[in-house]
């Protein structure tokens, strides 16, 4: 009987024309976000690789009072600002992270990692999307409501044209025709998406920009997978605001306003509720903060503390100088070190009041499958940091290897370390790493579960409700 009931119902979706519309908006959405897409990515590749050429050439960073030498050296290498921005993601197609949002780029040298910024390379910031058309879009936005179209009638609906009397006087229970319309909800969603998802990948891989490996597989496999998870959690919505109500069209109500709330008022809430519980100083205050124990500092100095003589490497008081300009460093360094640690428990904190939104769990589990967003950013800010290090050490070994240098290491300024020439490849470049598959499944998992324990909540409700249910 269950079987019968799950062919039934999937027969009459498809055959329906709300699903044949949705079917073919939602076809449209996936071949022009995916050919559109195509065409970003060159273009944003492109933009990268001249970037990089730039870098590789020494005119992407820029030191902070950096004194010249003329050509590359050890410390002009270890001391000028670097700015390293994340290449364009070639998964986009399947989660952006919200990129247009989070930081792309991360400045340091060898002795600090300085901050984070969002860089536009050179297009024109008018023309960024608030949203691209990838596949968690049309998923988290259209297929969500294409769902509460197909489940807010499923019982209510029913019960007005008075077929609901009809079915249940068989020997089928209530449970087992719920758990019917149900997994039919599913499985008619899934396949409006099925054809979009293929001839996504068919555009792309035609295109030249997708190359299947083991970690394109898992992303595709790993995305499927967690929108039938979400599927799953707004069928069962779906149902449970039509058990709720003896009428179609309340039902569509109720569905359409948790639906607003969940995609658009939760997000907002939370957002405002970071801001107000969580709070973290401004710019302002910081900079406030960092000049005032600047200041203290500098006062306290010795007499000499910034003086130069650019010809002379062992000029006494460049050792004094190095010292106070390491000192600042470090002063300044403390207090962003700790806003920066702030700010991102303010990020986590605000994406955990949201946990309340289905939309919102399934972009972070998106998220995590596909390596991107905030996970993209702290990995390499975590990453960068080590590197740093690593640099650093670099940077002290090639000097003491040089008898020509004081060895007083100065963060800033190239006038008391070597001059040594040095080869490109010679210097410690950072390399992004991608997250693993098993770091991407444990970010996931908190997110998929809580989805997969609101799909049982409200089923059993709506199974506890359904059983005591007015048909007539």
């Given at each position: 009987?269950?079987?019968?009931?799950?062919?039934?119902?999937?027969?009459?979706?498809?055959?329906?024309?709300?699903?044949?519309?949705?079917?073919?908006?939602?076809?449209?959405?996936?071949?022009?976000?995916?050919?559109?897409?195509?065409?970003?990515?060159?273009?944003?590749?492109?933009?990268?690789?001249?970037?990089?050429?730039?870098?590789?050439?020494?005119?992407?960073?820029?030191?902070?009072?950096?004194?010249?030498?003329?050509?590359?050296?050890?410390?002009?290498?270890?001391?000028?600002?670097?700015?390293?921005?994340?290449?364009?993601?070639?998964?986009?197609?399947?989660?952006?992270?919200?990129?247009?949002?989070?930081?792309?780029?991360?400045?340091?040298?060898?002795?600090?990692?300085?901050?984070?910024?969002?860089?536009?390379?050179?297009?024109?910031?008018?023309?960024?999307?608030?949203?691209?058309?990838?596949?968690?879009?049309?998923?988290?936005?259209?297929?969500?409501?294409?769902?509460?179209?197909?489940?807010?009638?499923?019982?209510?609906?029913?019960?007005?044209?008075?077929?609901?009397?009809?079915?249940?006087?068989?020997?089928?229970?209530?449970?087992?025709?719920?758990?019917?319309?149900?997994?039919?909800?599913?499985?008619?969603?899934?396949?409006?998406?099925?054809?979009?998802?293929?001839?996504?990948?068919?555009?792309?891989?035609?295109?030249?920009?997708?190359?299947?490996?083991?970690?394109?597989?898992?992303?595709?496999?790993?995305?499927?997978?967690?929108?039938?998870?979400?599927i799953g959690c707004l069928a069962?919505?779906?149902?449970?605001?039509?058990?709720?109500?003896?009428?179609?069209?309340?039902?569509?109500?109720?569905?359409?306003?948790?639906?607003?709330?969940?995609?658009?008022?939760?997000?907002?809430?939370?957002?405002?509720?970071?801001?107000?519980?969580?709070?973290?100083?401004?710019?302002?205050?910081?900079?406030?903060?960092?000049?005032?124990?600047?200041?203290?500092?500098?006062?306290?100095?010795?007499?000499?503390?910034?003086?130069?003589?650019?010809?002379?490497?062992?000029?006494?008081?460049?050792?004094?100088?190095?010292?106070?300009?390491?000192?600042?460093?470090?002063?300044?360094?403390?207090?962003?070190?700790?806003?920066?640690?702030?700010?991102?428990?303010?990020?986590?904190?605000?994406?955990?009041?949201?946990?309340?939104?289905?939309?919102?769990?399934?972009?972070?589990?998106?998220?995590?499958?596909?390596?991107?967003?905030?996970?993209?950013?702290?990995?390499?800010?975590?990453?960068?940091?080590?590197?740093?290090?690593q640099f650093l050490n670099w940077?002290?070994?090639?000097?003491?290897?040089?008898?020509?240098?004081?060895?007083?290491?100065?963060?800033?300024?190239?006038?008391?370390?070597?001059?040594?020439?040095?080869?490109?490849?010679?210097?410690?470049?950072?390399?992004?790493?991608?997250?693993?598959?098993?770091?991407?499944?444990?970010?996931?998992?908190?997110?998929?579960?809580?989805?997969?324990?609101?799909?049982?909540?409200?089923?059993?409700?709506?199974?506890?409700?359904?059983?005591?249910?007015?048909?007539?």
């Amino acid at each position: 009987m269950l079987n019968y009931i799950i062919l039934n119902d999937i027969r009459q979706n498809i055959l329906s024309l709300r699903l044949q519309v949705i079917f073919l908006i939602m076809t449209a959405l996936f071949i022009m976000g995916s050919v559109a897409y195509v065409f970003q990515y060159r273009s944003a590749a492109e933009e990268y690789r001249i970037y990089s050429d730039k870098s590789r050439n020494g005119s992407a960073g820029m030191a902070y009072e950096l004194i010249r030498q003329p050509g590359g050296n050890i410390t002009s290498e270890a001391v000028e600002m670097q700015n390293y921005i994340f290449s364009p993601p070639a998964n986009g197609f399947i989660e952006d992270g919200k990129s247009q949002y989070i930081p792309n780029t991360i400045t340091y040298n060898a002795f600090n990692v300085f901050g984070y910024s969002i860089s536009r390379n050179s297009g024109n910031p008018y023309l960024i999307l608030s949203q691209d058309l990838n596949w968690s879009f049309i998923i988290t936005i259209i297929l969500s409501f294409a769902i509460l179209l197909l489940s807010f009638d499923m019982i209510s609906g029913e019960r007005e044209m008075h077929t609901l009397t009809l079915v249940l006087s068989n020997t089928v229970s209530r449970s087992v025709f719920l758990a019917g319309k149900y997994i039919s909800i599913i499985l008619s969603s899934f396949l409006l998406v099925l054809p979009g998802f293929i001839i996504s990948l068919l555009i792309l891989i035609s295109s030249g920009i997708l190359n299947i490996n083991e970690m394109v597989i898992f992303e595709a496999l790993g995305f499927i997978v967690a929108h039938i998870v979400f599927i799953g959690c707004l069928a069962a919505l779906g149902i449970f605001c039509s058990v709720i109500s003896r009428s179609s069209n309340v039902s569509l109500l109720i569905c359409l306003t948790l639906w607003s709330v969940f995609l658009i008022f939760s997000p907002n809430v939370a957002v405002f509720s970071a801001e107000n519980l969580f709070k973290v100083k401004d710019s302002e205050s910081i900079q406030s903060e960092i000049k005032s124990v600047q200041e203290a500092i500098n006062n306290a100095a010795p007499e000499g503390s910034w003086s130069m003589n650019g010809n002379n490497p062992f000029y006494p008081k460049h050792e004094l100088r190095a010292k106070n300009q390491t000192n600042l460093m470090n002063a300044e360094k403390k207090i962003r070190d700790n806003w920066y640690i702030d700010q991102f428990t303010q990020y986590r904190l605000a994406s955990y009041v949201t946990c309340m939104s289905p939309m919102s769990l399934f972009g972070m589990v998106s998220e995590s499958l596909t390596g991107v967003g905030f996970d993209r950013f702290m990995k390499n800010w975590n990453d960068l940091h080590l590197f740093q290090l690593q640099f650093l050490n670099w940077f002290k070994e090639s000097d003491r290897k040089d008898p020509k240098s004081p060895h007083w290491y100065n963060p800033y300024e190239v006038c008391s370390t070597s001059l040594q020439k040095v080869k490109d490849e010679e210097i410690p470049r950072y390399e992004e790493k991608l997250m693993t598959i098993s770091q991407r499944i444990t970010g996931a998992l908190p997110g998929a579960l809580l989805l997969i324990i609101y799909s049982v909540i409200l089923f059993v409700i709506s199974v506890a409700l359904f059983n005591r249910y007015d048909v007539r």
